[in-house]
């Protein structure tokens, strides 16, 4: 199976707003892209419409054989990709075994919150699931905080739990919105090395949007540049760096 990605042409508009202008780019299979851009590039954008949150006015995004742009996201989830939000999206109050395995829904057959029936077979599909979500956890160091309700852990805590959930669903491609963003110097230390780890690990093509350029150039095999809807530069971490029209969107000049 080749799980090359590709962003063909896209285009997403809001009213006035062309969030997206026929934006392309290509993710190599086992490979972290980084999608860079001041706020209100399109960034997150991109990832709704690669997740079917958006659907794309125009363009299309296909991953290895299947057309993403015409999908609703747990079909989505279904063709093997996985989101994190930019905004924590967890439930505060339910442990962080509980917000994982529900990163496995689509993974069982009836669905874990539906309401066993008691029957054996019930009993040990949900202890494999419950098996994997620990070696998940332990993946992410997140083994020693398992029952505790994910609300009360600190920010970077929480940003780890939202990536393991991710992972929970078993993708092929993992999409990273922000996924140091708010974090201090030894958070973002720690979550570059885990993006790394599940890179080598589990052999994940990562696309991660990111805001913080030393994570990216530390951390990305290529990177895309948007500026206002825009693909402006695509290349290495070190073309774009040097790029002008990257240096010139972000010193706002
Ligand atoms: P980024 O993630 O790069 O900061 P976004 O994708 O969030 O950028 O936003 C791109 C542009 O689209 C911005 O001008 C933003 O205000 C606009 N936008 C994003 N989502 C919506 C929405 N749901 N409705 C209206 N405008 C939106
Ligand atoms: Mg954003």
Same mark, same amino acid.
């Given at each position: 199976m080749i799980d090359r990605l590709e962003v063909d042409d896209v285009s997403v508009r809001f009213g006035a707003v062309?969030? !997206? $202008?026929e934006v392309s780019f290509t993710v190599e299979p086992g490979t972290i892209h980084a999608v860079i851009g001041p706020n209100g590039a399109g960034k997150s954008t991109l990832f709704n419409v690669l997740s079917g949150v958006y659907r794309a006015a125009a363009g299309q995004v296909r991953f290895g054989e299947v057309r993403?742009? *015409? %999908? *609703?996201p747990f079909q989505v989830a279904g063709a093997g990709v996985a989101r994190t939000f930019q905004n924590i999206a967890l $439930?505060?109050?339910? +442990?962080v075994a509980q917000n994982l395995m529900l990163g496995r829904h689509h993974l069982t057959r009836t669905g874990f919150l539906a309401g066993g029936l008691g029957l054996p077979r019930e009993g040990r599909e949900r202890r494999k699931h419950a098996a994997r979500v620990a070696e998940i956890a332990e993946f992410l160091e997140l083994g020693d905080v398992l +029952?505790? &309700?994910?609300?009360? !852990?600190p920010y970077g805590v929480q940003k780890r739990v939202e990536a393991a959930r991710a992972l929970c669903a078993e993708p092929r491609l993992l999409l990273l919105d922000? &996924?140091?963003?708010? %974090?201090?110097a030894d958070e973002t230390r720690r979550m570059a090395d885990t993006v790394r780890s599940i890179r080598a690990a589990l052999d994940i093509t990562i696309v991660l949007v990111e805001h913080d350029m030393g994570m990216v150039m530390a951390l990305a095999d290529r990177v895309t540049v948007l500026d206002f809807g825009r693909r402006i530069a695509d290349g290495t971490p070190d073309e774009v760096q040097s790029d002008p029209d990257v240096i010139r969107a972000y010193l706002g000049a």
């Open positions: 062309a969030a !997206l $202008s993403l742009d *015409r %999908m *609703r $439930s505060a109050h339910q +442990t +029952t505790t &309700p994910v609300g009360v !852990l922000e &996924p140091v963003a708010g %974090m201090n």
